[in-house]
């Protein structure tokens, strides 16, 4: 069942679909932004409602009947499970996330059908961030992929599962835009382009939603966090935000745009202050800019304790004054803390929160619980043959391979060391990810289980059968040494042919509250790949990572590097596919590695300042670069190799000129010279040369993958329309001006590729 329903859902919105789409103009994207129909019994239910009962539609709560995996802190408002069965029956709860399956799902939903006063079903979340009990790569490592229509399939894999184990809304996708790889929630999103951003964001919704949100493998998505949390000072989490307006609508806001524009139905506020306005209090955000402006129609979640923590930022006196004010910026709905059912019946009574702005959230809760099927049938995701049969099939299992080998980014490979022949060789497998069912699934995993992913020995000794000649060695760490570890895993290098060096971060270095302040590789297996190289063997570095890495020493200078991020389930399978050349890498960088930690943070679409340094080649005394580097990546933005020979030549204009209202294309002749088939991800960037508002020095418009068999050519061609050229202006309103653009086909953000110019004509 499940792949002809992925294909048949992927076959509606494309990798090119979905980018032609988000190439319309800002204004008529969000035209396309999901409408909530309120049905008639709506309303007339709302006023048989008490003041508490509407507050308890406002009001979700950890589920006090939980897995094994504790992903927040305790609040210290959650009941015991019976004593959240009794709230339920009081009309005291929406709903409860992160709960533990149909079991639990079918109790508490038939006290509120049975049991409770007015028979309103409850509504079932998740943090569904990259899989349920099938684990996907985490989501920076599907962005790698650069396939989104690969990303939708995915996250109806995630909706397959997980609305069979009774859950009606995912807390997923996180679309903020990172660019400080200190930031621990990188991990998450999509990287640090705002087109890539949009694209996935869109892409994960639709797969998540499906063609119905009353379907029974279908979730509601909610676009997370709103706004600008990835832009938190210092890479710290939950810090300060201080950015221009133009940045957030330039930058910050997109994404957001593409997921309601796709039809994300719920927001979930972030915990950063805007400017001295923490989100959960700022009603130019939630009301002016999502509602007034975007049209938005569906509901804001806090984040966990958001409301509450309003007090700690300096904003609220007290519990009392944070519910007023969440609740009057336009946080419909408090996660965790229990302030909406504490305080606002008050706040109404004593006429500081208008009636109308209750019975208004109350009435969008409601509407969408309608819009998910749950009035009709409130137990239609729940039944506990369906969760059984649906976990973790072939075919969920076979997609997370497919993502996985895909996610994989091949940085480096002198000699052509990659790759590996079958048999004939003794491998040595050291590091601390060498083997094991651990730090496999990655952070921000609920659901999923270690113990049954694949390992990366397991997964070699599949590839190799019983020609593996393997030695695995821990050598250290992951943030401490082994004793004897280093003697040993020299010991083993010596005696091998080539070495796996299975090295990085493990699931607690990435994710929330797992900002770092120095993003390399921890000091202990540093060490270890000094040593294994000092053997002078042949190393090939295989990183485990939620986040772009600067490399130093050892590392950086294997001959041989791979970007395995945390791939989830088939692991060990998927790197294997790569290391034994059963598949060529595609991936690409959805974010830049710097040359050194101290340059976060980094992004490509930089500005180019007053003084650029003409070249890495040569730094320049005052001009923008640190006393010893350039001021660039040392493996940029959409880089990635193939096992081919990948050359751009040809780049042809159909014109010299864009007219205002018409459109130029451009081809490039990308020729495969190798002697293996390889897939590239064929780049287009743009340069605004002159404009009203300084641009960047490049910026990412439209990529293509394509597959060229040795010594094939294909000829690629990108269309760009004035809408694409766009920027925000000094009136904070889209707009693009006449005048010269540079143009690039290239295989990443900083390759010359080949190059041209064009002129937009009023």
Excluded at 18 to 38: D, F
Excluded at 70 to 84: C, D, L, M, R
Excluded at 262 to 280: C, H, K, Q, R
Excluded at 354 to 383: C, T
Aim: contains cysteine; proline residues 5%.
């Amino acid at each position: 069942m499940l792949d002809t329903r992925i294909s048949r859902r992927a076959a509606l919105m494309g990798a090119g679909a979905i980018a032609a789409w988000l190439h319309s103009p800002a204004h008529a994207l969000l035209s396309q932004a999901a409408t909530v129909e309120v049905p008639p019994f709506i309303d007339a239910l709302i006023a048989k409602m008490t003041l508490a009962e509407k507050a308890g539609q406002l009001s979700l709560m950890a589920s006090a009947w939980g897995g094994s995996t504790v992903i927040n802190p305790a609040s210290g408002s959650n009941a015991n499970f019976e004593q959240q069965v009794e709230e339920v029956r009081k009309g005291m709860l929406t709903g409860v996330f992160n709960g533990s399956g149909t079991h639990m799902c079918r109790i508490m939903q038939t006290a509120a059908m049975k049991e409770s006063r007015l028979k309103i079903p409850l509504i079932f979340a998740a943090d569904i961030i990259h899989g349920h009990r099938t684990i996907f790569p985490v989501p920076v490592g599907e962005a790698a992929s650069f396939d989104p229509a690969l990303a939708e399939r995915t996250a109806a894999a995630a909706s397959y599962e997980a609305a069979a184990a009774g859950i009606d809304w995912t807390f997923a996708p996180m679309v903020d835009v990172a660019r400080d790889q200190r930031w621990g929630r990188t991990m998450e999103g999509a990287g640090e382009d705002v087109h890539l951003g949009n694209l996935f964001a869109a892409a994960r919704v639709k797969g998540f939603q499906g063609a119905s949100l009353k379907a029974i493998d279908t979730m509601m998505a909610c676009a997370k966090h709103f706004a600008a949390y990835g832009a938190a000072e210092a890479g710290l989490d939950y810090n300060t935000v201080d950015v221009s307006e133009r940045t957030l609508r330039e930058v910050y806001f997109p994404p957001f745009q593409a997921a309601f524009g796709a039809g994300a139905l719920s927001a979930m506020s972030s915990f950063n202050e805007i400017s001295g306005i923490p989100s959960n209090g700022n009603e130019w955000l939630m009301r002016t800019v999502l509602r007034d402006e975007w049209k938005y129609q569906g509901f804001v979640v806090s984040d966990y304790t958001g409301d509450m923590e309003m007090i700690d930022h300096g904003f609220a006196a007290d519990a009392r004054e944070a519910t007023k004010i969440a609740f009057m910026a336009g946080v419909d709905m408090s996660m965790t803390s229990g302030f909406y059912r504490d305080h606002l019946p008050d706040l109404v009574e004593k006429g500081e929160v208008p009636m109308a702005r209750v019975d208004e959230s109350v009435r969008k809760v409601l509407a969408i619980k309608a819009k998910l099927g749950l009035f009709e049938d409130p137990f239609r995701r729940i039944d506990e043959k369906r969760e059984a049969a649906r976990s973790r099939t072939k075919a969920t299992l076979a997609l997370s391979r497919e993502m996985a080998k895909k996610s994989i980014v091949l940085l480096k490979n002198e000699g052509d060391v990659l790759p590996l022949r079958k048999g004939g060789q003794k491998i040595a497998i050291i590091g601390p990810f060498a083997a094991g069912q651990h730090d496999l699934n990655g952070p921000w995993c609920v659901y999923g289980d270690n113990k049954l992913a694949i390992d990366l020995e397991t997964g070699v000794r599949n590839a190799l059968g019983k020609n593996a000649q393997i030695t695995v060695v821990e050598g250290s760490q992951v943030e401490a040494p082994l004793p004897g570890g280093i003697e040993a895993a020299v010991a083993a290098a010596r005696n091998a042919d080539v070495v796996l060096l299975a090295i990085g971060e493990s699931e607690r270095m990435s994710g929330e509250a797992q900002s770092r302040t120095s993003i390399t590789v921890p000091a202990p297996q540093q060490a270890l790949a000094e040593a294994v190289a000092a053997t002078g063997k042949p190393v090939i570095v295989v990183l485990k990572n939620g986040r772009a890495l600067a490399l130093e020493g050892a590392v950086k200078n294997a001959p041989a590097i791979l970007v395995t991020w945390f791939l989830g389930s088939e692991s060990g399978n998927a790197i294997a596919d790569v290391l034994f050349g059963d598949y060529s890498p595609s991936g690409r960088l959805p974010m830049s590695f710097p040359r050194e930690p101290g340059q976060q943070p980094f992004y490509y679409s930089h500005k180019p300042t007053g003084r650029p340094n003409p070249s890495d080649e040569k730094l320049e005394e005052y001009k923008t670069h640190y006393r010893s580097i350039p001021n660039s990546a040392l493996y940029p933005f959409g880089h990635g190799l193939t096992y081919g020979k990948i050359d751009y030549a040809n780049l042809t204009p159909d014109k010299g000129t864009l007219a205002w209202d018409g459109e130029i294309a451009f081809t490039a002749t990308i020729t495969n010279r190798g002697t293996r088939a390889a897939e590239e991800v064929v780049q287009l960037y743009i340069r605004d040369r002159a404009a009203s508002i300084t641009r960047p020095v490049r910026e990412l418009k439209a990529f293509r993958k394509i597959a060229l068999a040795p010594g094939a050519s294909e000829t690629v061609r990108f269309v760009l329309k004035r809408a694409q050229l766009e920027f925000i202006g000094r009136d904070l309103k889209p707009t693009v001006e006449p005048g010269l653009f540079d143009v690039w086909i290239a295989p990443s953000a900083q390759a010359q590729g080949v190059h041209s110019t064009f002129t937009l004509t009023a």
